[in-house]
């Protein structure tokens, strides 16, 4: 039969302090009884035989109860204790004197010790029980019912028995207070945890409504640069070649509509939106082509430094690496307003790619450093606080890592590291290559876009490469115009449309029609799931022509 210990389920740290409570309670019963055979010993008017048979079974007991605390029977000691203790005083009380001894004083020790460890109604019960007997032995005394003393008073006794009821009522009072003092710390240090876990909370609730915000103004953002940006390539194309005037115009156009599709992203990836799946880049080359734009970006003062190393495949995505650039490159800049150096390294190794960014400029102290990426931190005086909490959130989307090394006026290093992929990197610029060769469609294509300006911008591009478009405001409208038994070589389609969005409309084409090509279109979010088939595409607004037209020729195995 199992035997229950009497602290089963007790939590740790309170078992703890009632072990070292007894402990230091049994330590001093030692000295104590230690001191109290002396004194006994010397004064000539105690009988030795009867002193040693009385501390014998003190200093036994005591050892059998040190034993009993290291087993963990704390409470079980306790009772033990107070109760073995209790009984010689009531013995000493009835036999030896009366409550003229000294020692009925212990009686206090004794239910201190109870309420210490057990708790309070067993304090009560042993007080009231001490009291009872008292009186019981007062009653007696006064009858002359009691034995005669053994001896006269003495005043080494009365000093031996005050001074142990004294230090054993100060080790408990100490040991009561330093638990008292412990448990307020844990108190305070739970409540600041509690604190700081609602402070979290809050926080996190802030950034939700940060990303839905964000997504939200992304996506009509990203329409609106989707029609800029295709007004500008018609443009463009109306020009024709050997025609300067208007170029430089829509080249400004052109790198403002890319600066601010950059910063849409770093919007949405420090939301928490930011659509698209992870493939397969190379960040040497993703690298190499940002080049060019950096001197525009960063101003013709500060210096530009490539190095490159081949074979740079990770798994991201492009949009995700240049925005980590472009905030590091800006980053970086700032840190150089008299103009400096700025330093791009990828290193590759058999597991691990790294990308080193570095600048010339004034460096951070370590109060800076370790608050870089928290959001909303920023050391200008115009500046957000996103650009390096974007940067940790993307970098950590694509299971890598980011240091940074700086010190005042010696410049910065940041440090990415990211898994090396095996295989080719599928980059955009193969998939737009795809889309300018070959002669132009004859084909019909059905879209699904529910802002106006939106739906046109991309039905004029279609029209321009030759397709027959039929153009609606949503997913209903779609399955509509399919259900008339029109034929369509590819469905083009928003994800966020009123109605029936673009991932309803995926679901219900793959059920309906499971091999009419569809590609998916969206400015703050991903598809909810793939597609079986491999007939689909999804496409980051905005879009450009070449992206559009050469998704097309992937979805319908032209590519």
Not at 214 to 241: K, M, Q
Not at 242 to 267: C, I, N, Y
Not at 450 to 473: I, K, N, Y
Request: aromatic letters at 6%.
């Amino acid at each position: 039969m199992k035997t229950l210990s009497l602290t089963e389920g007790m939590p740790e740290a309170e078992k703890a302090r009632k072990v070292r409570l007894l402990t230091s309670v049994l330590r001093t019963m030692v000295v104590m009884g230690a001191l109290g055979l002396v004194a006994a010993i010397v004064d000539g008017r105690n009988d030795t035989r009867v002193t040693l048979s009385f501390y014998a079974p003190v200093f036994l007991g005591i050892f059998w109860l040190s034993r009993a605390v290291r087993r963990g029977r704390v409470e079980a000691v306790a009772w033990s204790v107070s109760l073995f203790f209790w009984m010689i005083i009531a013995f000493v009380t009835l036999f030896f004197g009366g409550l003229q001894g000294e020692n009925a004083a212990c009686f206090g020790v004794c239910t201190m010790l109870v309420g210490s460890v057990v708790g309070g109604r067993a304090a009560v019960a042993l007080a009231a029980a001490s009291s009872s007997w008292c009186a019981l032995i007062a009653v007696l005394e006064t009858h002359h019912a009691l034995p005669a003393p053994l001896g006269h008073y003495s005043a080494i006794n009365s000093w031996t028995a005050i001074t142990v009821a004294l230090v054993m009522i100060s080790v408990l009072l100490r040991n009561s207070l330093d638990s008292m003092r412990e448990m307020h710390e844990q108190a305070q240090e739970s409540a600041a945890q509690r604190d700081e876990a609602l402070r979290r909370s809050i926080q996190a609730q802030k950034m939700e409504l940060v990303g839905n915000l964000a997504s939200g103004v992304a996506h009509d953002f990203n329409n609106l640069l989707s029609v800029i940006s295709s007004a500008s390539e018609s443009l463009r194309a109306e020009l024709g070649p050997g025609r300067s005037g208007g170029v430089e115009l829509l080249d400004d156009l052109d790198a403002a509509t890319s600066r601010a599709v950059l910063m849409t992203r770093q919007l949405l990836s420090f939301g928490g939106n930011q659509p698209g799946d992870l493939t397969r880049v190379d960040l040497g080359e993703t690298v190499q082509a940002f080049g060019p734009m950096l001197p525009r970006l960063i101003g013709a003062k500060i210096a530009v430094d490539l190095q490159i190393d081949p074979g740079a495949v990770v798994l991201a995505s492009r949009v995700g690496i240049e925005q980590v650039l472009l905030n590091l490159a800006v980053n970086a800049r700032d840190a150089m307003p008299k103009g400096g150096r700025l330093s791009l390294q990828v290193r590759v190794d058999e597991a691990s790619v790294r990308l080193l960014v570095s600048d010339s400029g004034v460096g951070m102290d370590a109060a800076t450093r370790a608050r870089i990426f928290a959001p909303f931190f920023s050391t200008k005086a115009t500046g957000t606080g996103l650009g390096l909490a974007t940067v940790s959130e993307t970098v950590t989307r694509f299971g890598g890592t980011i240091r940074v090394q700086s010190e005042p006026g010696q410049g910065s290093t940041f440090e990415i590291c990211l898994a090396r992929a095996h295989g080719r990197a599928a980059g955009e610029a193969q998939l737009a290559g795809e889309a300018t060769t070959g002669a132009p469609h004859a084909e019909r294509l059905l879209l699904a876009e529910d802002d106006p300006l939106v739906r046109r911008a991309t039905v004029r591009v279609l029209e321009q490469a030759g397709f027959d478009v039929v153009a609606v405001a949503n997913g209903a409208e779609a399955l509509s115009v399919l259900e008339q038994g029109q034929h369509f070589a590819c469905v083009v389609s928003d994800i966020a449309m009123p109605v029936l969005d673009g991932d309803a409309l995926a679901e219900r084409l793959g059920e309906l029609y499971p091999a009419l090509p569809l590609v998916l279109m969206s400015g703050n979010r991903a598809p909810a799931a793939e597609s079986p088939g491999g007939h689909h595409a999804f496409l980051e607004k905005p879009v450009d022509r070449a992206t559009l037209l050469g998704a097309n020729d992937r979805v319908c195995g032209r590519g």
